[in-house]
């Protein structure tokens, strides 16, 4: 089993920032790419940003040259910096995780999600 934890969300005016992290743990042989998706209200969920391993990285054209992911590969985490925040990137946020177990299969896992709210 794998266990994914998120922090960081919250609320904030426009123009601000906001970072969010998250930390995979358990049993898994290594994490392949580490990401966010997010989900607006009567909206369907779309990817925000995701890193590779290898530092490989990609973005939502909404988010580009706002939002900045990095990971540190020895702690399994991954952050999200959020600048020039505007009140469409109000959503949950989730965490989402490829992994590959022992016997070399990959798999995904998905945090609980965090709100972030950002007002005019």
């Known amino acids: 089993q794998v266990q994914l934890a998120e922090s960081g969300g919250g609320l904030v005016q426009g123009g601000g920032s906001l970072r969010l992290s998250c930390s995979a743990s358990?049993?898994?042989?290594?994490?392949?790419?580490m990401g966010w998706d997010r989900q607006a209200p009567g909206k369907q969920r779309e990817m925000v940003a995701a890193?590779?391993?290898?530092?490989?990285?990609s973005y939502a054209n909404s988010v580009k040259g706002r939002f900045t992911i990095s990971r540190d590969n020895a702690k399994n985490t991954a952050y999200l910096q959020m600048n020039d925040l505007k009140p469409e990137d109000t959503a949950v946020y989730y965490c989402t995780v490829r992994f590959v177990d022992y016997d070399q299969q990959a798999f995904d896992s998905w945090g609980q999600g965090t709100q972030v709210t950002v007002s005019s």
């Open positions: 890193i590779t391993r290898g530092g490989t990285s």
């Open positions: 358990g049993r898994f042989f290594s994490v392949i790419t």
